[in-house]
């Protein structure tokens, strides 16, 4: 017996609920890639997506995904021997850290775990023994999607300024952009990078790069370029090159209108969406934890994502099982434990397009899958949810 008959709903950390109009607008006729139409949707995007990462600087929209993404801003800003700093926190800045390696570029890890955010006296204190100024860049992930950790962006920026270090400073925002804070020129990142398919609403298959003018002097000679990333091959006149060939026409036609749906809600309101609905999670997640079973992966609660929350499941209780009952009985989609946590935690995410009834259900059935597998937790976790909500949520 199963109720999963209806609506599935997915709470895997990307790619995310798609909104029916964007999934309608994809659906229509290609146009003609050198026509008018097609040049003013590429510029109105340009414009908003400038607008997301709050940055005067150049944007790119490339036909990738985060990976691509990270590839795109290390092959125009490094060059072959340059030194990176990564600082760790979970997968996702070690993951562009290793693309960097393989690119040819020497990589030092700032230790740091899967439980906490990076911490900025040691980022400081990194930067001021690095005398010569040999590191030319430094890797974070705003959002590390992995251990459900939030690092604050503004303050590591502050810490950069302090030590008087000169690295460009790379952002990684695909957990993050369209459902928090993030203010590239403000913060002083010199370059940003996204994905389409997680805050964005959007289908897998886009990859934004935000690029300051010391990112842009840095690029003129960095020798790690290739043709199909490379900036200044993107910069012609012509259209067509601005996407290194052929545009992505009905990507962009999705995205056009997840953007126009941010906006029209309004950024403000999507934020505080954001925070309410990770609020309710973590509340519910807090009374589970009353059974010494479950608990959160992100030790201090101000480091807790406002887009995932990692779950650890401990006393030889599997996470799988539970991953595998919400999906198969109830049609709920749990993200599943990745890298340090894999076999240890399960995810819920809590971005994009989501509402209450999404994540009411989604913690109804995580605790629907307890019951049924006598995991031990504490009991009224969604119940939590709710009474949060309705004390938060004014009428
Ligand atoms: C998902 C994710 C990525 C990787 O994106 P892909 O589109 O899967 O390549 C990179 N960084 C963060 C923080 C992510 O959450």
């Not at 908003?48 to 993404?69: E, P, Q």
């Not at 430094?138 to 810490?159: C, F, H, P, R």
């Amino acid at each position: 017996m199963t109720v999963r008959a209806g609506r599935e709903f997915l709470a895997i950390p990307g790619p995310t609920t798609m909104p029916d109009e964007v999934l309608r607008a994809m659906h229509r006729p290609a146009i003609d890639i050198y026509s008018d139409q097609m040049v003013d949707l590429s510029d109105s995007l340009l414009r908003d997506l400038s607008k997301l990462f709050a940055t005067k600087g150049r944007v790119y929209i490339y036909i990738a995904n985060g990976h691509g993404a990270w590839e795109a801003v290390l092959s125009n800003a490094l060059s072959r021997g340059d030194k990176v700093l990564v600082l760790e926190s979970g997968s996702f800045a070690i993951g562009w850290g290793n693309a960097a390696r393989a690119m040819g570029a020497e990589v030092e890890v700032l230790k740091g775990d899967w439980c906490r955010a990076v911490r900025l006296h040691e980022v400081e204190a990194r930067l001021r023994a690095d005398k010569n100024h040999e590191i030319k860049a430094i890797l974070v992930a705003q959002v590390d999607t992995a251990s459900s950790v939030v690092n604050d962006i503004e303050a590591i920026g502050k810490a950069i300024k302090a030590a008087d270090h000169p690295a460009l400073y790379m952002v990684d925002t695909v957990a993050s952009l369209g459902c928090m804070p993030f203010e590239m020129d403000k913060w002083g990142i010199d370059v940003a990078m996204s994905g389409s398919q997680k805050g964005l609403m959007t289908p897998p298959g886009l990859a934004f790069v935000a690029v300051n003018e010391r990112a842009q002097a840095v690029n003129k000679t960095a020798n790690m370029r290739t043709p199909y990333w490379s900036w200044a091959e993107r910069e012609g006149i012509e259209h067509y090159r601005r996407y290194a060939g052929t545009a992505p026409v009905h990507l962009l036609f999705a995205l056009r209108q997840a953007i126009d749906m941010l906006f029209s809600e309004g950024l403000e309101n999507v934020i505080r969406r954001h925070q309410l609905l990770a609020e309710a999670v973590r509340r519910a997640v807090a009374v589970w934890s009353e059974g010494q079973v479950l608990g959160f992966n992100i030790s201090e609660a101000s480091e807790r994502s406002n887009t995932v929350t990692a779950v650890v499941v401990g006393n030889g209780h599997d996470p799988m099982r539970l991953q595998h009952y919400c999906n198969e009985k109830c049609g709920v989609v749990l993200g599943i434990g990745i890298g340090d946590l894999q076999g240890k935690a399960f995810r819920i995410a809590h971005m994009g397009h989501t509402n209450a009834p999404m994540i009411l259900g989604t913690l109804g059935v995580v605790e629907v899958g307890l019951n049924a597998l006598q995991i031990p937790h504490g009991a009224g976790g969604t119940e939590a949810a709710i009474k949060y909500l309705g004390g938060s949520v004014h009428p």
